[in-house]
């Protein structure tokens, strides 16, 4: 009895173990029951019952409620779907003048306006893209197809691909200096010479669209949160759940929206960015020192003038590192969203991984890692960069920048010009190197992907055969031996004990939403897969941090190694696992174990970081050795951190779970994969990701609720 | 002294959800303790005030004292719960936006704690910035501000970013970019408390000539007593909101109202503090010496002059007309005894 006195909340959750594991055996498996491989609403089967709701009839295989509940919200992903057809196809049809036949034409509202956006889009893609490989879209947009016939000279030629290197090298000088310029330079060469030119710029187009549109709507929506408490409240839950959201899943709504296309990814990828770009915004403008903005006042500044000359200048660098953000999204989305036609190195890279060809996968895989690697430090460079005084210098000096670029400009010319001559009757090597023209190093690749197959594939097999023998089956096993009613209580328990009644509702809701869902089972698939991943990551990720941490060097070579794989896109961690153990499981998990270490790594020195010098001396003067003041010290008080870097593990995992589904799992990603080539696929799609994305936010507000109060407990900020 | 400049009545600033409706139902009776149980905080409780052209408001108090918040309801910053505030007879709470804003723009300047410099302006550019918000032509208010610099001898400066700038030299650019619009109110906001106290004393010296010069109508605000005593016309001290005791600093001395006052007056010296005439016999006899002394005169300059009289000494105005007395008797009790006698 003293024992319980004295730790209460161990004896809790002692309780709540207690009861789930009695749960669990008390309720049996039904006879009935197997893990459906097949969707429940196609399949035609006599064993199963169905229900109508608002005209939609859900079919299922009922089990006892305690075994697992009836997927009362089967309805909702058929209802989304039938209403987006509806708004598309049917409601407020309205008379467009038709600019083609000359004549007035009846279609509904929002399929008039999706055009009108996609047309837009489709203009400034186009725009961007022929500065970049030239073409004559752009022209014929203001002229004719007629009138470009009669004057073919009115094609833009394209930017030869030394003005670009050059420019990426002159622009990166004027941001951080050599170091930058000789890497930017490096990768626009290498580009070219590995003949990636073509997708390379179709992908910069790309994001040079996405990523500035993204930037003006997530400022203005950051800006009017941090003015409206109301619209900030009404944007806080859309800001998290698009946190936590597959970003494959928010593709399925857009294909029928906006159909497929450059244009369709661009907006989708704006779903994507803008959410972090309004995160920063507002934390930014959080951190103004309430002073400056009374001086402001003071000074006499209007609204307009208090925010565009006072605020948004000195949040500046939180801004920026927004925008940083938003070029990482990008370029994830770049990849992601080939699977809706953009076309650009992602397409090249899922059509080379569809093909098995592991070789021109990495090419493609290390172009755009490339890229991403230099835009990121591009706009790292202009975040941290202080504006300078210009004032006492003369034109020259100020403009020399502009001044080099623009000889480089002449330079490239003459050079392409030149190049006509020298390269004639082939290609102009000097102007353009084409796709399969460039130097390229695939088939040594496939050859050494087939050497390390046949020399080590009897290790990897055994490896293979051992883990998913001896671990994941049984483990996928286990979770989906239990029962949903045991599983509700263990997470509303762990609510409960963690955050009181609100985190319990909370999480009580968001768990009931998916039980309620017909992808239950594939829930508790995804679940698994991540949680092998993340233990696994956690581990590696809190070794590896602490003992980086033991060294000031190793530690800070550590956070630049993970900054540099974060700035990867998701889709190319694939490419070495495919490599290496083909399509299984295996590389599923040891991709999302790769990917999701970066955080755990990260957060454990941070955390350790963070504890402050003082304590640290005063830990020394106590005599304490070195583990001492690790284990008594450091620990305790980077704990609360470390943990966020578990939120961040458990998101990341998820999200690689989610996409792992391209090699072939059997969660809820492969079914958001297939809605993808479904007619029907939107509402499917859309509730499979929600349902993702719960799982997400689970963890995420049992984590926050419970790191809040530790911090508070410590008396850490 | 005819119209204030600055003028408060009953002025309440209460931070709460209900404070409006707690406030009518107290009836000007508020009782911090009490607001607090109902989930309000009391910043400013009863202040009524007034200051006149060219005189130097001091408001003092520690920390939570509510001097801050005082200040922001002057400035409108923040909006009072009730009560009425007059700036030139102007009733400012009835101002709208774009005359308040008319308003800063040319009559107030405001110097603060931590600076509040924009970090992406150069020295001269932050200077200049109240003029361009106004409105004014960029070159024109560089000149302008350029005359500010120098005022603060920041010459050779100009180009530097605040972050390029010691503290000392921060809170130069602040009060240069207050003084830009020649504003006839001017709020300082604890403007020397981040400051090391070297520097903290050359720069109120600083002040002093710079308001010497200019003659501005000042409200000061600060946590140290020395300071206040050091600046000010006359002294607010302020304790959970409200206003203890406002007068000149040779009285609160001397007579401080509360026992909360007497606390801060203790350690004070007072040789330091007081004028002659604050300690002197108004009564005049023909039976003095023939040392004169000036009845504005701090007592510390001339003490050791009057102690070694024998006589008592003849006190004089600025005409040189005598109006009192002082014996030595007197100079050490003040300087040395009877401290709490003299309550």
Redesign the interface.
Known sequence: MEFINKYPKLFQWLFLLVVFFALCFAIEVPETYKFIRGQAEFVKDPNQSSFVFLGKEVRYYAFDVFWRLPPLLGWLPIWINDSLFFLMNEWMPIEFWNEDTQEYKTRPLVLQISRNLTAFMTFLIELIREILLGGLETIVAFTSWDWIDKNPWAELPGLPWTIVAAGAAILSYKLSGKGLAIFAGLTMVYISIFGQWKPSMQTLSFILVAAPLSFIFGLGLGIAAFKSKRIEKALYPILLVMQTMPQYAVLVPALVLFGVGDHAAVIITMVVAVPPMILLTILGLRAIPPEVIEAGRMSGCNNWQLMFKVLIPTARRDILIGVNQVIMVCFSMAVISAFIGAKGLGFNLLLALNQLNIGLALEAGLCISLIAILLDKMSLAWANKQTDYFGNLSFLQRNRNILFFAATVIIGIVLAYIGTFLFKGSYNYLFEIPHNKGISTADFWNKGVDWIFDTFFVYIKAFNTWLIQDVLQPMRALYLRMPAVATIVLVVGAGYLIGGIRSALVVCALTLFIALSPWWDRALVTAYMATFGVIVSCIIGFTVGTLCFQNKHSASFMLGVCDIFQTFPSFVYLIPVMMLFGITDTSVLIAVIVYATIPATRYTIEGLRSVPVGLHDAATMSGVNKFQRLTKIEFPLAFPHMMLGLNQTIVFALFMVIIGAFIGTEDLGQYILKALSDKKGAGIGFTLGICVAFIGLIFDNLIRTWVEKRKKHLGIN | MSNPVIKCESVYKIFGVNAKKMLRESNGNVDAKKFQENGCIVGVNNASFEVSKGEMLVVMGLSGSGKSTLL?CI?R?TDATDGKIFIEGQDLLSLN?KEL??L???K???V???????????VVENIA??LQ??GIKTEDSISKAMDMVKLVGLDGRE?Y?P?ELSGGQQQRV?IA??LA?EPDIW?LDEPFSALDPLIRKEMQDEFLRLQDKLQKTIMFITHDFDEALKLADRIAIMKDGIIEQLDTPANIVLNPATEYVRKFTEEVPREKVLLIQDVMDPSTSDNLGDLKVLKDEIIENVAEKILTQEKTVAVVDNNKKIVGSINPTKIINTVFGGRKNNN
């Open positions: 922001r400035s910053l936006n804003i008319e800063r723009r040319n107030m300047g405001m603060f704690q931590s600076f509040a410099l924009l970090p992406h302006k150069t910035f109240p918000i106004k180009n970013f972050r602040g970019r207050s619009v709020f």
